[in-house]
């Protein structure tokens, strides 16, 4: 028995159209006992997904709207289970109205994701795909969009399907020959498998490397902005946020710390990392931040190292740039070029250098160009690269067993332990899939979904 839920799936904001969706066992009932057709038949008589006109009333039979109902009958909705949803006028006022008709003719308010939950726990989703709703729902970007909607079709289940597969046959032919020893089963010999889990091995290594492309789509590319203090790097991150986001005086060592901003340049999503700058310090609290800063270098996907164009390049410059130039994707910025120009591109060792105005924006555009540029199509948006850190993990546990089960193949154990490694392999990729996920884990995932999803 499932008992009906029902949320408002279009948020609380005015707008031409608001849905209220309910799911369960009771639903056409329920929603039946607040709603008649226009044309006087029962809500349950009402065509299978067709938006039918009708009238919306509260407990009282005072009308709330005239509106549509649709019907979806189990197993044919997204929950797997009768489903109805009214398109209402979106009035916040209508659609909460309408909520508290349902809840007191015996729906229960829906709890986070509880809609997506259903349809995973009704084998309608796996649970790659459940999760690949909320970042199509949060997606802020086409490509991450698009990514996200290739994992909610299943993408990324199908690269893992066949891997767990090949783990579940080698598994059930160990067991077999064990526990039947007398049936005419064909003996089990581990080493024929070794090229199956060699090949196994190499596709989720294969997996994880899509990670670093996952993270970009998903988050965005991570850009550190380094240079000495007072060059314009808070400056810079304000005017590609648009706001004051960081703390600007000219003050060396203002920015203790790193700030982090997440902005949309051209049609790339870029996490901007200002770092503090970098110089040799007594202060402890500025020390660390500068460690942070080497740090964020280190793991930025694109460095944008700035200098003052308006003084000569001191040792200082030169220091940060040495962390920089070394980085695959960096672009030199020769901030304040209002005061004129004591650096040239010519003296900086970088590919790309762009002489900008943090103070009137000016040559930003032709850095956004050249983000644009350097980071389209990095990732192919068809969900199959892993986007998210739970994914990440479950895999890497997954691809160490493996390469334990093949070390222990080579060195002539007992099948028994390689076959430990091999169902501590399947037990990971389950968790990626749903096959094998603990309950308080999947609670955690649905949680960050919106209610109504
Ligand atoms: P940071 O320490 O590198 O983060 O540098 P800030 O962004 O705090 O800027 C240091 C000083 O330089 C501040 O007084 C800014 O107003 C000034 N500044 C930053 N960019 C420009 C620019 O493009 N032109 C001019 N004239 N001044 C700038």
Known sequence: ????????????????????RLT???CIGIAGSVFTLSNGKPLSAAPERKLMLGTLRDKDGR???????????????????????FHCHGSPAVLAAGLQALYCAGARPAQRGEFTKRAFLNGHLDLTQAEAVIDLIEADTADAAANA?????GALGRKLEPIYKDLTD?????????DYPDEDIEDFGLQNYSSTLRQDAKDLNALLQTYGQGKILRSGVAVAIAGKPNVGKSSLLNALAGFDRAIVTDIPGTT?????????LGSTRLRLIDTAGIRHTEDSVEAIGVDRSRKAIEEADLVLFVCDGSQPLTQEDLEVMD?????????????????????????????TVIPVCAKTGEGLTGLADTVDIMFEGASPCDGSVLTNARQFDAIRRAYEAMVSSLQALKA??????VLTDVEQAMAAIGEVTGATVREDITARIFERFCVGK
């Open 323 to 351: 962390l920089c130039v070394e980085k695959e994707n960096a672009i030199a910025l020769i901030n304040k070029s209002d005061l004129g120009a004591k650096v040239l591109p010519s003296d900086l060792p970088f590919m």
């Open 1 to 20: 028995m499932s008992h009906t839920i029902a949320a408002v799936s279009t948020g609380n904001q005015i707008s031409a159209i608001g849905i209220i």
């Open 412 to 417: 002539g154990v007992t099948p028994d332990a």
């Open 256 to 264: 203790r710390d790193t700030v982090e901003e997440s902005v949309l």
């Open 63 to 85: 009308v709330i709207d005239q509106c549509m109902a649709v019907c979806s009958h189990a197993p044919h909705s997204y929950t797997g289970e009768d489903t109805v949803e």
């Open 149 to 153: 909607a290739g994992q909610v079709g």
């Open 24 to 26: 369960g066992d009771d």
């Open 170 to 178: 080698l598994c059930s032919h160990f067991h077999a020959v064990l």
